[in-house]
């Protein structure tokens, strides 16, 4: 039951970034769904193979690659689901912030 409600929070999360940044739209609310999804299992699965991988260059750049890391997941969701679109690398980093930002808020509200 906590997943699914963390989901839901994640996808409003989602559609609410989509609706503030104008390079980022996402169809309707079904697709912030499998976005939210997606990007839950991107985040489990390859984030932290590129975190292993490219720690020298994160501690090089004193984790501000970590951002780089984050704006790619979300151009793989992007790529993967057709109702999402992101317009270049500088929207996905956008994204990634603001995306945080509002599902910490939402968390912490919920």
Do not use: D, H, Q, R
């Given at each position: 039951m906590e997943f699914?409600?963390?989901?839901?929070?994640?996808?409003?999360?989602?559609?609410?970034?989509?609706?503030?940044?104008?390079?980022?739209?996402v169809n309707n609310?079904?697709?912030?769904?499998?976005?939210?999804?997606?990007l839950l299992l991107a985040n489990a699965v390859?984030?932290?193979?590129?975190?292993v991988l490219t720690i020298p260059i994160t501690i090089l750049?004193?984790?501000?690659?970590?951002?780089?890391i984050n704006?790619?997941?979300v151009m793989l969701v992007d790529k993967l689901l057709t109702g999402?679109?992101?317009?270049n690398f500088g929207w996905a980093v956008a994204f990634s912030v603001v995306l945080s930002?509002?599902?910490?808020?939402?968390?912490?509200?919920f």
């Open positions: 699914i409600v963390s989901t839901l929070i994640y996808a409003v999360a989602v559609f609410a970034t989509a609706y503030l940044l104008p390079g980022v739209k609310f079904g697709t912030a769904i499998l976005a939210a999804l997606l390859v984030k932290p193979i590129l975190v750049t004193l984790g501000l690659f970590l951002l780089v704006a790619l997941i999402m679109e992101i317009k930002i509002i599902s910490s808020v939402l968390n912490w509200i």
